[in-house]
């Protein structure tokens, strides 16, 4: 079974712009979920997305948001880029969305704002 | 919410010897507690999880404990080895919500 596939691997992008990541489940997987990922500050929760639906949210800005499609893959757009969104952002999912089960998490996607 | 608390941030240990990594939380609710281990460059990885319903598990040279009573849980890695060096990332859940990590431990094993 293909992993958690994350894309891009790798982007700079300057203050002021907007990036969308992109991300991949395991398949059979509804369940997936994003985390902002810093030195210091561990795994972050940003949101989670099950069956095209977001379940959960974490206490980020609206400037970060999300969608999943009807294939489970799901996309997550940061606008007005600050240099504190310099991290990297992890996707994971699931099979369910009751976070009572592991996750698959993708190799992420490292974001450089400067 | 919940508030996970991770120490230490930093361990060094010499090869064979055991490590322990301790984590506290705030919600009683809090019912699952899993481990991760996130290799330098790679992606976090499962290694042992808790129920609520279980007081300690254990997997080769891994063990995980919990005390409901106190809000904390810990894993304890004996006989440690090189290969054990990463950074190790403790979450609790509750049905249904968000997983809370506390902010990790890096781990290095010293030959």
């Known amino acids: 079974k293909a992993g958690v596939t994350q894309t891009p691997r790798y982007l700079i992008k300057t203050r002021g712009q907007q990036v969308t990541l992109s991300c991949s489940p395991i398949s059979g997987h509804r369940s997936v979920s994003w985390y902002q990922q810093t030195p210091g500050q561990g795994l972050q929760f940003l949101f989670e997305?099950?069956?095209?639906?977001?379940?959960n949210k974490g206490n980020f800005p609206g400037r970060f948001s999300g969608r999943q499609f009807s294939n489970s893959r799901s996309e997550m757009n940061v606008s007005t880029l600050e240099l504190g969104d310099s991290a990297l952002y992890l996707c994971?999912?699931?099979?369910?969305?009751?976070?009572?089960?592991?996750?698959?998490f993708g190799e992420g996607s490292r974001l450089t704002v400067l | 919410g919940e508030n996970v608390e991770q120490h230490p941030s930093t361990l060094s240990v010499q090869e064979g010897d055991s490590a322990v990594i301790k984590c506290t939380y705030s919600d009683s609710a809090s019912n699952y507690f899993p481990w991760y281990k996130q290799e330098l460059g790679k992606r976090p990885q499962l290694i042992i999880d808790i129920r609520s319903n279980v007081g300690e598990k254990k997997d080769q040279r891994i063990a995980v404990t919990l005390n409901k009573t106190a809000k904390h849980f810990s894993l304890h890695i004996t006989e440690t080895q090189p290969e054990d060096s990463a950074v190790y990332f403790c979450a609790a859940s509750t049905p249904g919500n968000q997983f809370y990590f506390g902010t990790g431990t890096s781990l290095t094993v010293i030959p």
């Open positions: 994971a999912s699931s099979l369910t969305n009751l976070f009572t089960g592991e996750l698959f």
């Open positions: 997305y099950f069956s095209e639906t977001q379940r």
